[in-house]
């Protein structure tokens, strides 16, 4: 069981707009930054979004973070085939002094 | 470029030790936190631990507290992580990990080394 909550899966077709909620609680979420990783099939989780917003130099400004109270959202526009991958949140938990991920959502590109 | 590479992972057998390495290399290690991060088969991450820059601060996922412990040399750029009472739960990949700029956004990941806890 995992602190933070995202659904387990997603899908979208080519071009379409997709988003990946992340629900939590005051301890993380709602007092801490919230970071997304995607990690592609067979390799090391890649940070996508850090800060609630910001992207790294090299993503896309096709992904863009949201945070509003205790829930976050990862929205990914014109979907392309290369996004099919799972994609984490995380956020420090004051009351865990931890770190705590997302159980994860799977994206499928149809 | 920023490269971290774990090694020290294997097969052992349940109650024993293993201790993981991580050679950081390309930026300067000694002013990063640094974390240990794990992937059970199939499954979603975990985290592990984290040291602050000067090895003075270190925190523990729960379940790792009182039997893992991570440590680091800066002389030797290198982060460690001390696996003690090891049972098949702890069976994972753990990858190393930089911490950007002390927020807990992780920038670098290590390919990952894999533990495997098996009678």
């Known amino acids: 069981q995992s602190v933070l909550t995202e659904p387990p899966s997603a899908s979208g077709t080519p071009g379409q707009r997709v988003t990946i909620s992340c629900s939590g609680s005051s301890s993380n979420i709602g007092n801490n930054y919230v970071y997304w990783y995607q990690q592609l099939p067979g390799t090391a989780p890649k940070l996508l979004i850090y800060?609630?917003?910001q992207r790294p130099s090299g993503v896309p400004d096709r992904f863009s973070g949201s945070k509003s109270g205790t829930s976050a959202s990862l929205a990914i526009t014109g979907l392309r085939s290369e996004d099919e991958a799972d994609y984490y949140c995380a956020a420090w938990d004051d009351s865990l002094r931890g770190v705590v991920f997302g159980g994860g959502t799977k994206l499928t590109v149809l | 470029q920023v490269q971290l590479v774990e090694s020290g992972g294997g097969v052992v057998q349940p109650g024993t030790s293993l201790r993981l390495s991580c050679a950081a290399s390309?930026?300067?290690?000694?002013?990063?936190?640094m974390h240990w991060v794990r992937q059970a088969p199939g499954k979603g991450l975990k985290w592990v631990a984290i040291?602050?820059?000067?090895?003075?601060?270190?925190y523990y996922g729960d379940s790792m507290k009182g039997r893992f412990t991570i440590s680091r040399d800066n002389s030797k750029n290198t982060l460690y992580l001390q696996m003690n009472s090891l049972t098949a739960e702890d069976t994972a990949v753990y990858y190393c990990?930089?911490?950007?700029?002390?927020?807990?956004?992780?920038?670098?990941w290590g390919q990952g080394t894999l533990v495997t806890v098996s009678s």
């Open positions: 990990v930089r911490d950007q700029s002390g927020d807990y956004a992780l920038d670098y």
């Open positions: 800060r609630n917003n």
């Open positions: 040291i602050s820059y000067d090895g003075s601060n270190k």
């Open positions: 390309g930026f300067t290690f000694r002013t990063y936190a």
